[in-house]
């Protein structure tokens, strides 16, 4: 059974630009969450989509945005790169919403120079 | 603001000791937690979960421990192997937070040969 699928795996962008992050869930997995990792703040969680919907969303600005798509694939989008939006980006799926185990994949690592 | 655990210390052991990762967490309504281990290059690995009517689960060579008075997780890892040197965190769930995972910042396991 495959894992979660993260592309690209590196990417290296400018200030200004923007940027699109791909996630395909483990077969049957119909919800999907974002989480953004740096050394300074950890693991902090973007939004999560279940069945094509935003069920949650964290406290990232508004040039985070992401969609699900109705074979639960999911990408997340950023605009406007800044600095600070360099990180690890990491995509996590499981069956159902809420509170349970979620399998990640290997990330994105996004530089922005 | 959310926030789970501790700034990443770092725990040696001797391999073949046993291992203890601590953590505190914030909120008292949370009712489900969970702990992950990542290594170098890839995404955090589900380790073992254990929910609030709990307190103590265990798997294969790990026990984890919730103490709700006080607040706090621990992860035990049996007869530590060279393997086991990864970041290891917590995270805790609840419907205050949306049901979504609120990890803490991670401990290092360095397991000495």
């Known amino acids: 059974k495959a894992g979660v699928t993260q592309t690209p795996r590196y990417l290296i962008k400018t200030r200004g630009q923007q940027v699109t992050l791909s996630c395909s869930p483990i077969?049957?997995?119909?919800?999907v969450s974002w989480y953004q990792q740096t050394p300074g703040q950890g693991l902090q969680f973007l939004f999560e989509y279940f069945s094509e919907t935003q069920r949650n969303k964290g406290n990232f600005p508004g040039r985070f945005s992401g969609r699900q798509f109705s074979n639960s694939r999911s990408e997340m989008n950023v605009s406007t790169l800044e600095l600070g939006d360099s990180a690890l980006y990491l995509c996590?799926?499981?069956?159902?919403?809420?509170?349970?185990?979620?399998?990640f994949g290997a990330g994105s690592r996004l530089t922005v120079l | 603001g959310e926030s789970v655990g501790l700034h990443l210390p770092t725990l040696s052991v001797q391999e073949g000791d046993n291992s203890i990762i601590n953590c505190a967490y914030s909120?008292?309504?949370?009712?489900?937690f969970i702990w992950y281990k990542q290594e170098s290059g890839k995404g955090p690995q589900f380790i073992i979960d254990i929910r609030s009517n709990m307190d103590k689960r265990q798997g294969q060579r790990v026990t984890v421990l919730l103490n709700k008075t006080v607040k706090h997780l621990s992860l035990q890892i049996a007869a530590t192997q060279p393997g086991d040197s990864a970041v290891y965190f917590c995270a805790e769930s609840s419907m205050e937070y949306g049901n979504k995972l609120v990890f803490g910042a991670g401990t290092i396991l360095r397991v000495k040969s």
């Open positions: 077969s049957g997995h119909r919800s």
């Open positions: 909120n008292s309504a949370s009712d489900y």
């Open positions: 996590a799926s499981s069956v159902q919403s809420g509170a349970n185990v979620l399998t």
